[in-house]
């Protein structure tokens, strides 16, 4: 068995004093590179990691009231949706930014998204993002007493805690709906899964848009709580056919689903689009190569996370934001699936 012994920590004053500055020039390097000139950043860097020195976060949070982590809280971490958003934020701060994320996934679950929010504001974060506008009361409080800046994304509302970045999923979906209508369909059905909080405004939109039109049928809605994945959309297509054997089109809260919509319709020789169309949402890789194409409504997520760090760092570094809520609205792509001719 291997023995550790403990070993003499290296401390900032030893950094300097190997870099022939002072513990304050140390600090500044570290924690605001920009302040100093890049041939000395580099001598520093250069002992930091000849040292294999490790800055004490703790001991940063008690001298500067915050640390230089930025908090991330988002639902899932194998969703694309939430991975082009992770991407737009990593990209932003780049490898050079004297800030560091620090990532929670709260699984869709209302507890552990109070869990993590009390875990990562008692480490004085210089900001956080996080995921939607439908915190509970207590995670409301929680962000409402936070020292610190905060930008919710996904979706646009009326009363931001801070910030907010996104687009209106009901709107989204009105915009998907009106076009399979336009496009001759009648009988338009959805199918929703997880049903979280922004499922459930594209199911309002959806509704919303075919009561206008005087087309709307609860028993074309067929919704689970379980995870969305391609399979998933096959097994609800079966059960929306069982159930509604005259239905024309479909209008999915997800490309997953819609993806499987597409392999069952071609399982039970159902022709796309002439006999059924197919609308998903979010746009992802997958809707452009599939045969038939499939028509899906575009959100911008990697431009999500990239203005979020944008808005976030103006705002931790006392700059004035020019808009608490920037909506970066959607757009539909019609592709073959939709493709239906009255």
Do not use: W
Request: aromatic share 6%; hydrophobic share 45%.
């Amino acid at each position: 068995m291997r023995k550790y012994r403990a070993k003499r920590k290296i401390t900032l004053v030893d950094i300097a004093k190997a870099a022939g500055v002072s513990a304050i020039t140390v600090s500044r390097a570290l924690r605001e590179p920009e302040t100093v000139s890049a041939k000395l950043r580099e001598r520093i860097q250069q002992v930091v990691d000849d040292f294999g020195y490790l800055p004490d976060p703790a001991a940063s949070a008690l001298a500067s009231a915050r640390t230089n982590v930025i908090g991330v809280l988002i639902p899932s971490i194998t969703n694309n949706v939430f991975a082009d958003v992770l991407r737009g934020i990593y990209s932003t701060l780049g490898t050079a930014s004297s800030y560091g994320i620090q990532l929670g996934n709260t699984r869709y679950s209302i507890l552990e998204e109070e869990r993590l929010l009390r875990v990562f504001l008692a480490q004085r974060p210089a900001g956080l993002i996080v995921a939607g506008i439908d915190q509970s009361s207590a995670a409301k409080a929680q962000l409402l007493a936070a020292e610190c800046p905060i930008v919710q994304i996904m979706e646009t509302g009326d009363n931001p805690i801070d910030m907010m970045v996104g687009f209106s999923h009901s709107d989204a979906a009105v915009t998907a709906v009106q076009h399979l209508i336009d496009r001759g369909y009648r009988q338009i059905a959805f199918l929703g899964a997880q049903m979280d909080p922004r499922t459930q405004r594209r199911l309002e939109g959806y509704s919303r848009c075919l009561k206008k039109e005087g087309l709307f049928d609860p028993r074309l809605i067929v919704t689970t709580t379980r995870a969305s994945t391609v399979t998933l959309g096959c097994e609800l297509l079966s059960e929306l056919l069982a159930r509604a054997p005259n239905a024309e089109a479909v209008f999915c809260n997800n490309d997953d689903l819609a993806v499987g919509v597409l392999f069952e319709c071609m399982r039970r020789n159902i022709r796309v689009p002439q006999d059924f169309g197919i609308c998903g949402f979010n746009d992802l890789e997958m809707m452009a190569v599939a045969a038939p194409s499939i028509t899906s409504i575009r959100t911008f997520r990697e431009r999500m996370g990239e203005v979020a760090v944008e808005m976030l760092i103006s705002k931790i570094e006392g700059q004035v934001v020019a808009s608490p809520v920037v909506d970066l609205g959607y757009e539909l792509i019609e592709r073959q699936s939709t493709m239906h001719l009255p």
